[in-house]
């Protein structure tokens, strides 16, 4: 349990290497004033220790706000593919169960269903385009909105059934409110994506980080000497991983390591579906 969750991350997560690596770097930086008071009797090292206190109040405020922020990105969106893999289980039943489906039928609403969630995956793993860019809504780089398209296929599918008299208004309405939920998602997850956290809010708290850390060894070393070495890289490792992590949980569509797993929900909608259409088949 130590070794998995505590020092194996240290040495195979990318982050924490990152992380470890700039908080190893102001432990460096913290030996010039260790130097300084061990060869000095008065100086900069005698900076009051009070003003690192008032200064990491308003320093952990600021991180708070920012992993908080953060998280609720990464949160909301795992929440909006949850949605989807209920929407594509509850779709796949009501069509299954409302309709008798042809082989053709069953072949090609599985494939549309299937489509969605990989297309969409797709869709927010194109870089954001520029604000000048006309295309910006569209998301791909031909104008074609695929996953829009996929709904739009499915749509026209019942547009058929209905006018053949397969499909009532009634039941129509019952298997519009799960294919509904599909451009949802895709709006929410666009929002997520498209909309980064504020420039200039992501800049102010990475120079109140770097500020602190570049004065604490000064404050910090009249009391505890060469203590202020350990001191100065532990306190460095969780300050800057808090926002090293942030950064990468703000943008949950990736492919990093703490993005969300979206391949792994394709899966699980892929096989539930399967089987779900499967059942009915026999």
Known sequence: ???????????????????????????????????????????????????????????SCLLVFRTNSAYSRW????????????ATRNLSIKLTCIIRLSEHDNQFLQTRIIEFPTALMSHLRIAPPSNSDP??????????????????QLYDWLAI?????????????IIDVELAKFLEVCGGCERIARTPMVRSYRIFARQCIFLFLLTLPW????????????????TAYFMIGME?????????????????????FCNTIKFSVEEIFASKSH
């Open 135 to 152: 295309r910006a809504d569209r998301g791909t780089s031909d104008g074609n909105h695929r996953p829009a398209f996929v709904v739009q």
């Open 219 to 234: 404050g910090i070393v009249s009391d505890f000497h060469w203590w202020t070495i350990p001191l100065s890289t532990i």
């Open 1 to 59: 349990m130590i070794f998995r969750d505590i020092l194996a991350p240290l040495a195979f997560s990318k982050t924490l290497l990152q992380v470890s690596s700039l908080a190893i770097a102001v432990g460096l930086y913290s030996t010039l004033s260790v130097w300084q008071e061990a060869s000095s009797s008065s100086g900069i090292g005698y900076m009051p220790s009070q003003f690192h206190a008032a200064m990491s109040l308003t320093l």
């Open 244 to 264: 090293v992590v942030a950064e990468h949980v703000e943008e949950p569509f990736g492919i990093d390591e703490d993005d969300l797993d979206l391949n792994g």
């Open 161 to 173: 059934q209905k006018s053949n008299g397969r499909l009532d208004g009634d039941e129509m309405r």
């Open 75 to 86: 949160w909301e969106a795992r929440t909006l593919w949850g949605m989807l893999v209920n």
